[in-house]
């Protein structure tokens, strides 16, 4: 695979120090071995692949990604539990939509059940409702969180710059497509939201898509983005096994302070800036088992909807008992940006 060099910081243009080398990709096989930095700017921090893939060859990095396959995080719930679940998720985000009176009920109790209350606010982006609102998901894979956006009533567009994703979302029925959105020539101010999950740490310029984010939402727009928080209690235990780095495909991994400064960078406004344990225990188990592959070995993933083993139940639980004391140990970090 080409690579190009990133001598310095792409989120601050700072300077950086090698902080792990000899890494390969053994979640989906990708060719190479890796090297990252770590960005000495007291204001940044931000961990990044240098030499990284050159954009060229990026597409061999992503060969049976999981953007392609048609997940849909509710096909196999219960309809009790489902009705549960949009009763928490329209209640906390204000979406004028009638469920029982039963799930109602039922829902208030929903964050005693932390773990499973934040995968709920994960599948509709933790984004508040708008009125005739139209959203744009940068990054949308198969599409199927644009689709459940689309169901309760926002008016969805997606861009996806892989073919094989795009394809996918399209299927359902979605409005998605190619490229990069920085050279698609949507107009300005054009969202009232934009949102994306996982996928800012995959591009070579964050601070430009945060600045085209900002060009595209109206006057008070709202942009979502969900990614990996370089300074959780799994990159703190596993190092170079930490499953967020996720080796060649994260071009820069971010810390709070850094995700901070990008935005800044764009003239965005910092709203709110969480961390998260969702899903933690499963992200903590492919830690491990990264730290236990051989050198060319590919891990095995868990299948949908198995349990994690008891280990990683408690390192999660961990996690969310530091970020109810203020640490910022939760694997994601969830920005919420305005305009």
């Known amino acids: 695979m080409k690579t190009i060099s990133q001598t310095l910081c792409p989120n601050c243009c700072g300077e950086g120090k090698e902080i792990y080398s000899a890494l390969r990709d053994k979640l989906y096989g990708a060719p190479g071995i890796w090297q990252m930095k770590h960005c ?10 240098d030499p990284a ?3 060229c ?11 392609h396959h048609k997940t849909d995080a509710g096909s196999q719930v219960n309809p009790l539990s489902l009705e549960v679940r949009r009763a928490y998720v329209y209640r906390r985000l204000g979406y ?9 009920q039922i829902s208030r109790v929903a964050p005693l059940m932390s773990e499973r209350s934040q995968s709920w606010l994960y599948c509709s982006f933790y984004l508040p409702w708008v009125e005739d609102g139209s959203v744009l998901e940068i990054g949308c894979g198969s599409g199927w969180q644009l689709e459940a956006l689309k169901r309760v009533g926002w008016k969805t567009q997606g861009v996806d710059f892989d073919p094989s994703a795009a394809a996918a979302a399209r299927s359902r029925g979605l409005d998605v497509q190619v490229g990069d959105v920085r050279d698609l020539g949507l107009p300005a101010a054009s969202f009232d939201a934009i949102v994306m999950a996982h996928v800012l740490e995959h591009v070579y310029d964050p601070v430009g898509l945060l600045a085209e984010c900002k060009r595209l939402l109206k006057p008070g727009g709202r942009l ?4 990996p928080n370089g300074r959780s209690l799994g990159h703190r235990m596993y190092g170079p096994s930490w499953r967020g780095l996720e080796p060649p495909r994260h071009i820069v991994v971010f810390t709070p302070k850094g995700l901070r400064h990008a935005c800044e960078r764009a ?3 910092v709203e709110r800036l969480d961390v998260t344990a969702r899903d933690a225990a499963n992200l903590l188990l492919a830690s491990a088992r990264i ?3 051989g050198e060319t070995e590919q891990i ?3 299948q949908q909807g198995s349990r994690p083993p008891l280990f990683a139940r408690t390192l999660a639980a961990m996690e969310r008992l530091g970020i109810a004391f203020g640490l910022p140990f939760g694997e994601e970090l969830v920005l919420t940006a305005r305009n």
């Open 40 to 49: 000495q700017n007291d204001s940044c921090g931000v961990y990044w692949t």
């Open 96 to 104: 004028p939509l009638r469920t029982s009176w039963l799930s109602r």
């Open 224 to 227: 979502v983005s969900i990614t």
């Open 57 to 67: 060859d990026l597409p061999l990095a992503y060969k049976g990604y999981y953007t």
């Open 53 to 55: 893939p050159a954009p």
């Open 300 to 302: 095995r993933r868990p």
């Open 291 to 293: 730290r236990r592959a």
């Open 267 to 269: 003239s965005l406004r």
